[in-house]
């Protein structure tokens, strides 16, 4: 079974600011796909940006950026010139190619991002 | 395109009572998806369908029952709810796998349910 941690429950950030959200996951497939969801106050589940795990290169949105190390199994999310509707949890997520046969979404516990004006 | 819909968005229940919730997709996607979400949690899945008539279990599937009768319906059924099932429910879909070789799937804005 796939496993996704979080290990910082919450960060605040300066507005304008960087501020970089970390992700460590277990599994022993080596094809798979890693993202991140926002989810503000609204409740609603947004992606924020994908990495398929047998593209070297990092995956960019905007300002949205993530640092993947396959060896190391880790999946950080980068976020420059943070805005104050950044503001939310956010969470890593984990899917097994689908040739594996697998539909599901293994989620972190997510880490709450507050932007500080 | 009205996306992914749920209904109701909020309910109390009493323990031992049931409901059901409902979600509605208007993309014609294949995949449905009943997740749940409680405090310090990501979400879970409960249930999950491929297709029109076919449900499969995810990882809590205990005290839930799902049934997809029409393409773009799911839903969730509580025969008998308690209090360990307040949480936020909240739907996805996703649509048939193609060329591609994964589904996005595209959630809805969530159901909070109370189980006094």
């Known amino acids: 079974a796939q496993t996704v941690t979080q290990s910082q429950p919450e960060m605040s950030v300066q507005e304008a600011e960087t501020v970089t959200l970390s992700c460590t996951y277990d599994t022993s497939e080596n094809n798979y796909y890693l993202f991140w969801y926002k989810q503000p106050p609204s409740r609603q589940m947004i992606l924020v940006i994908r990495?398929?795990?047998?593209?070297?290169q990092n995956a960019t949105e905007n300002r949205f950026s993530v640092n993947f190390q396959k060896a190391a199994k880790s999946f950080s999310l980068k976020i420059s010139d943070s805005q104050l509707g950044d503001t939310a949890m956010y969470f890593c997520a984990f899917m097994k190619h689908a040739r594996a046969g697998s539909y599901q979404l293994t989620f972190g516990k997510g880490t709450k991002l507050s932007v500080i004006p | 395109n009205a996306g992914v819909t749920q209904t109701p968005k909020f309910r109390v229940l009493k323990t031992g009572q049931s409901m059901t919730l409902l979600c509605a997709q208007d993309?014609?996607?294949?995949?449905m998806y009943w997740y749940r979400q409680d405090p310090g949690m990501g979400l879970r899945l409960i249930h999950y369908s491929v297709g029109e008539g076919t449900t499969a279990k995810g990882e809590v599937p205990d005290g839930y029952n799902v049934s997809r009768l029409k393409k773009q319906n799911f839903l969730l059924g509580l025969e008998s709810a308690a209090p360990s099932q307040t949480s936020v429910y909240f739907c996805a879909s996703s649509p048939t796998l193609g060329r591609g070789s994964y589904n996005e799937q595209f959630f809805g804005p969530g159901t909070r349910l109370t189980v006094l």
């Open positions: 993309m014609n996607h294949e995949y």
């Open positions: 990495q398929e795990a047998y593209k070297q």
